[in-house]
Structure formats: structure tokens, C-alpha cells
């Protein structure tokens, strides 16, 4: 699986955005793999659009590209904390790093942090 950060769906979103091209490139280049996000993450991506009265146009564009949400696990809020704790990384870029501990998938971020506290956990990153 792929774990998207929602920057890498707002960026594919928003034809403006300075990653627009390499986060639709992205996509495209992993459209045979499944793709999942963060409860949390797929949220985010979603504000941006309900604000400007376009959330049922991006909600379809995630089902469009097959974007699941990786549900969050029992145990999550002390994996959450410890992860936030180790990082000291916001919490949304923790929920993207369980996900992607979650379904041991790669993760895609245009957020360097997150890229470098991915890649120091041994995930794949895409970024």
C-alpha cells in the first residue's frame, strides 16, 4: 500500500499548487497499488474544498483514484504518542506514519520531515 500525507492529495487536487504536476505524476505511476491515507489525513485534505463548496468534487476524485482510509488500530493512541513523542513531528504526520506502520506500506510526502522520520523507520518514501 501507499500511505498519502495530504499534501501530497491537496497538491493533486489544486492545479495551482507548486506540486501539483509531481503529485499527480506520483499517482499516476503507483495507480496499481492500492492507496490509503490517515483518517486524519484524508480530513485535511478535505477542509480546503468544503470551504470553497467543492467538497463532493474532491470527495469524488478520492474515490476516483480508489484512496482508502486506514482505520486506525486499538492501540493507536499510545503508538500516536510515542511516535509524537520520538519525532516530535505534529500529530497528523504521526497518524501517517502509523498508517504506513499499519499496512507496512511506502509513504508519499512533500513535507520533509515527515520524509526524513519515514525514511529513518525504514519505510520507501515517494517525494
Known amino acids: 500500500m501507499i500511505v498519502l500525507d495530504a499534501s501530497a492529495l491537496i497538491a493533486h487536487l489544486d492545479a495551482s499548487d507548486a506540486h501539483h504536476d509531481r503529485a499527480s505524476a506520483l499517482l499516476l505511476d503507483h495507480s496499481d497499488e492500492p492507496l490509503g491515507g490517515s483518517p486524519l489525513s484524508l480530513a485535511?485534505?478535505?477542509?480546503?474544498?468544503?470551504r470553497a463548496g467543492q467538497?463532493?468534487?474532491a470527495t469524488a476524485v478520492l474515490h476516483?483514484?480508489?484512496?482508502?482510509?486506514?482505520?486506525?488500530?486499538?492501540?493507536?493512541?499510545?503508538?500516536?504518542v510515542v511516535l509524537r513523542a520520538n519525532?516530535?513531528?505534529k500529530m497528523p504526520d504521526c497518524?501517517?506514519?502509523l498508517a504506513a506502520e499499519q499496512t507496512r506500506g511506502a509513504v508519499v510526502t512533500f513535507d520533509h520531515r515527515l520524509a526524513a522520520a519515514a525514511r529513518e523507520r525504514g519505510f520507501v518514501v515517494h517525494d
Do not use: N
Open 44 to 50: 485535511e485534505v478535505l477542509v480546503g474544498p468544503a
Open 55 to 57: 467538497l463532493d468534487q
Open 64 to 80: 476516483q483514484l480508489d484512496v482508502t482510509s486506514v482505520g486506525l488500530a486499538e492501540d493507536a493512541p499510545a503508538r500516536l
Open 87 to 89: 519525532t516530535r513531528l
Open 95 to 97: 497518524c501517517v506514519l
